[in-house]
């Protein structure tokens, strides 16, 4: 199977610039290494009606392009309900009844990292499985067998982080974030994740049940993020911030991307050209600090 990278948004609204620079840096990332480049929408959770066609066409405003068809979560149920029955044959999965504010509130097991789940519902016998199943729907969770895994990242090095009997499927049955995105990448062929930072504690997780999985573990660049000028994760709240609203400004989809580049050291232009120039090692490691773009040619 042909490598790969790729773009993974979620259509809840419009991207702003923080989401296109990742989309740019992933593109990058792909096409300098001579991977195929995929779309994927992850619609599991949030999709907002009319959200993906204003993101695909702010994708290719800035010149990111991608190989094949758009794929979407939604279509790929069978996927992840076949490696649940895997993980679940194995012995790996356990019924879980636990509420948010249960988890929250609950004592933390002894020895348990900081966050971890309890195992609250971990040992239940069949007396107690029977009653719980008759009060609310269960989740299924990971029967993890370590308290960390380690990654390696392209730009952070070693990462060693959390794993613990995390959720694979939501109690509505709703497959969780951690498990559609393994499975995805692996059938896809992804063998290169580049996305923001803020995702790296997530990452051990996610690689820890890849190789349950038997799944190839991809390489990962999580990248720095945009931020506000309190230094807080950019997001649309914080004024003109997406292509729609910097055009009504009088900046068109050309000026957004080439001061995006520019904040990656790489020339102004199409995004071949930038590709020419991209080096992973010289990216900035910092948060980038967004602020108001002046109409073009003012």
């Known amino acids: 199977m042909t490598s790969a990278g790729r773009f993974a948004p979620s259509p809840s609204g419009e991207l702003h610039v923080g989401n296109l620079r990742t989309a740019i840096l992933a593109w990058l990332f792909a096409r300098s290494t001579g991977r195929k480049f995929l779309l994927r929408v992850e619609d599991l959770d949030r999709a907002r009606a009319g959200a993906e066609a204003e993101q695909l066409r702010d994708l290719e405003a800035v010149g990111v392009t991608w190989d094949g068809d758009v794929v979407r979560q ?15 044959a194995a012995g790996l999965t356990y019924e879980c009844f636990c509420t948010r504010r249960e988890v929250q509130e609950a004592p933390s097991a002894p020895h348990a990292p900081q966050g971890a789940y309890p195992g609250t519902c971990r040992n239940l016998d069949s007396a107690e499985l029977e009653f719980k199943r008759s009060t609310r729907p269960a989740a299924i969770r990971l029967r993890a067998d370590v308290a960390e895994y380690t990654v390696h990242d392209v730009l952070h090095g070693a990462y060693a982080g959390l794993v613990d009997d995390f959720v694979l499927r939501r109690n509505d049955g709703v497959t969780a974030y951690n498990l559609a ?19 790296l504690p997530s990452t051990p997780r996610q690689a820890f049940l890849a190789s349950l999985l038997n799944i190839p573990i991809p390489e990962y660049a999580h990248v720095p993020l945009v931020v506000n000028a309190d230094g807080v994760r950019l997001a649309k709240r914080d004024g003109a911030v997406t292509l729609r609203d910097l055009a009504k400004a009088g900046n068109s989809a050309a000026t957004v991307r080439d001061r995006l580049l520019e904040s990656l050291g790489l ?13 992973p090692a010289a990216l900035p490691r910092e948060p980038w600090a967004w602020s108001a773009m002046r109409p073009s040619g003012s």
């Open 74 to 88: 939604t279509a790929r149920g069978p996927l992840y309900a076949r490696a649940i029955s895997r993980l679940a």
């Open 181 to 199: 995105v393994v499975v995805d990448d692996a059938e896809q062929g992804i063998d290169q994740v580049v996305r923001g930072d803020d995702l």
């Open 267 to 279: 020339p102004a232009g199409p995004l071949e050209k930038a590709a020419e120039a991209f080096e």
